[in-house]
């Protein structure tokens, strides 16, 4: 039997941003491992409901020290994107809203980031 699996380990901040008119999360990674977005490496979830990732090649393009994404609602569906390449905007949130974010990593379990984001 192998040493347990850890989660990537990386430092993520999310902060209320604008997005095509709407409030939108930008989701910064600042250092660490790199963290797979893809539904196969890590769960995204907002405020308990799971974000589809659009990214294109979220599975063997890693999410690395520097580069950031959005999450954002369309229709009532969470996305996780570098832009909203959609028509349908939603906001995420409104004046006053806390929502929470977490990142889980798939095969471990284990918690990448929990994160709380004030509109």
């Known amino acids: 039997m192998g040493p347990p699996e850890q989660a990537p380990q990386a430092s993520l901040r999310a902060s209320g941003v604008?997005?095509?008119?709407?409030n939108a999360i930008k989701l910064e990674h600042q250092g660490g491992d790199a963290v797979y977005l893809d539904a196969t490496h890590t769960k995204v979830l907002i405020d308990g409901t799971t974000a589809t990732t659009v990214l294109a090649n979220a599975d063997t393009e890693?999410?690395?020290?520097?580069?950031?994404?959005y999450l954002f609602n369309v229709s009532g569906v969470y996305y996780i994107d570098t832009l909203n390449t959609t028509d349908t905007k939603d906001p995420l949130a409104t004046s006053?809203?806390?929502?929470?974010?977490?990142?889980v990593d798939v095969s471990s379990q284990?918690?990448?980031?929990d994160l709380q984001v004030n509109f």
């Open 62 to 69: 890693a999410f690395d020290a520097g580069e950031f994404v």
């Open 110 to 113: 284990q918690m990448i980031a």
């Open 96 to 103: 006053g809203d806390s929502v929470n974010v977490k990142i």
């Open 18 to 22: 604008m997005m095509d008119g709407e």
